[in-house]
């Protein structure tokens, strides 16, 4: 293509998408360094035509175009410059647009000290990531997955063999590609396993935000070979360790098309993220929500294994489960279906505030609670007989008809603050007093 013509397209490239993107020239340059290996030469070429080119190789993507829904609050890490009795909330929100993929996106806003909830207002740009690979891996954990996975053999260990206790990404596979070549007449023996080994290692990555991005153009987008298909319903959790030391941990579903696989994101400042593979028997299906602390110096995790019931689970390995205890079955006309957590347990004086899902008849879904022992969670002390919440008129017409669903909530001032999804369409808020929640409560 002439260089005149290359300067025509890239301006009227830029004209008609100034306004809908921020810094677009840095994003296009971007994307040419992806392909410019697959260049037929090595002559020098013009800015526009490198403009150009990134331009070929991008499209836009409506992130939340089909839905904003299956809400999940926490406290925000900073609570400065707010007024006496406010606290500052990050929301996370599944996304999902063209052709049902589904990502993690975030809401701020403030609770104030009547309980008046307010959203700050989004900006219409998302801001991609810089995404890396986990920058080492242990080389223990890593062959343990590995063995769980049936991925255990010659060719594993030789190629494990090759590597220190930590490990990059780049070193992995210089291990792997070396291991091949020893052994080319049985490479197609071997290339399951390969591909497998990469695929783990591609599962646990982090991705970065600079500070000065807005909380609301940070997006959680599928980047794993397991998230290729979408990231579902996360379930974050304020955690602190016994230390005092506070992290964000979420548990979400990675959805490859055909497996879904329960993950673990842990960040700090809501600018740094890192995915992590979950691991053990116990891990499977959907639903797994961390308890916001240690219950006698373990960790211990609500999930849902057979689609069914409620489990319980702890470990000492906040990245391997491996023992599941059944503590809630479906009692109820309304939940009949399946019952499952809606977000991580809340501690108050009564005990573990759990809220629930339950599942009834049209496949209904509404919303429930119960309290686990303080020092016993695997005992139920009180449960609703009634749904707390149960989708209206209103709320019954949506991408999913009749579905009420949170991933998460908080308590402010003695009151429930519970975000929840509108029929897998859109969001909004319920309040509900701590006194009256509680009192509703039957022994069990």
């Not at 260049?39 to 190789?57: C, K, V, W």
């Not at 307010?118 to 891996?137: A, E, G, L």
Request: aromatic share 12%; net charge negative.
């Amino acid at each position: 293509m002439p260089e005149a013509e290359v300067d025509r397209l890239i301006d009227q490239v830029l004209e008609e998408f100034h306004g809908r993107h921020q810094r677009p020239k840095v994003f296009l340059l971007a994307r040419f360094e992806k392909v410019r290996e697959y260049l037929i030469t090595d002559a020098p070429l013009s800015e526009n035509r490198r403009l150009l080119i990134g331009a070929y190789f991008t499209q836009e993507y409506a992130v939340e175009s089909a839905a904003l829904f299956n809400p999940s609050i926490v406290w925000h890490p900073d609570q400065s410059g707010i007024p006496e009795g406010t606290r500052r909330f990050v929301i996370s929100l599944r996304a999902t647009g063209e052709g049902h993929l589904s990502s993690i996106t975030f809401r701020s806003g403030v609770v104030d000290s009547q309980c008046a909830i307010t959203v700050d207002k989004p900006t219409r740009f998302t801001t991609p990531p810089d995404v890396v690979p986990d920058t080492w891996y242990k080389k223990a954990l890593f062959v343990r997955k590995l063995n769980e996975l049936g991925m255990a053999g010659l060719f594993t260990n030789h190629v494990m063999g090759r590597l220190e206790d930590d490990f990059s990404l780049e070193q992995l596979v210089a291990a792997l590609q070396l291991t091949v070549r020893e052994n080319r007449t049985r490479h197609h023996e071997f290339e399951a396993v390969f591909d497998g080994i990469v695929t783990l290692a591609k599962s646990n990555y982090e991705i970065v935000y600079l500070p000065d991005t807005k909380l609301s153009e940070r997006l959680i987008f599928p980047y794993s070979p397991t998230e290729s298909a979408g990231i579902e319903d996360a379930r974050f959790v304020r955690f602190q360790e016994e230390d005092g030391a506070v992290l964000y941990y979420a548990t979400y579903s990675a959805y490859d098309g055909k497996v879904v696989l329960p993950q673990l994101l842990e960040t700090k400042d809501f600018l740094r993220f890192k995915m992590h593979t979950l691991n053990g028997p116990a891990i499977a299906n959907k639903g797994f929500a961390l308890f916001p602390r240690r219950i006698n110096g373990r960790y211990t995790m609500l999930s849902r294994q057979d689609g069914e019931n409620l489990f319980l689970m702890s470990s000492d390995n906040l990245y391997f489960w491996h023992s599941t205890q059944v503590i809630v079955k479906p009692t109820f006309p309304w939940e009949y279906v399946q019952v499952g957590n809606c977000g991580s347990p809340i501690e108050t004086e009564a005990g573990w505030l759990v809220l629930s899902h339950g599942v009834g008849p049209m496949r209904k879904y509404c919303i429930g609670a119960f309290v686990l022992d303080h020092d016993d969670p695997t005992r139920v002390v009180g449960r609703l007989r009634s749904p707390l919440v149960t989708p209206d008129e209103n709320e019954r017409e949506g991408y999913v008809p009749n579905v009420v669903y949170s991933c998460g909530a908080v308590v402010h001032n003695d009151t429930l603050i519970l975000p929840y999804a509108m029929s897998d369409y859109a969001s909004t808020f319920a309040t509900v007093d701590m006194a009256e929640l509680l009192a509703a409560m039957e022994p069990v």
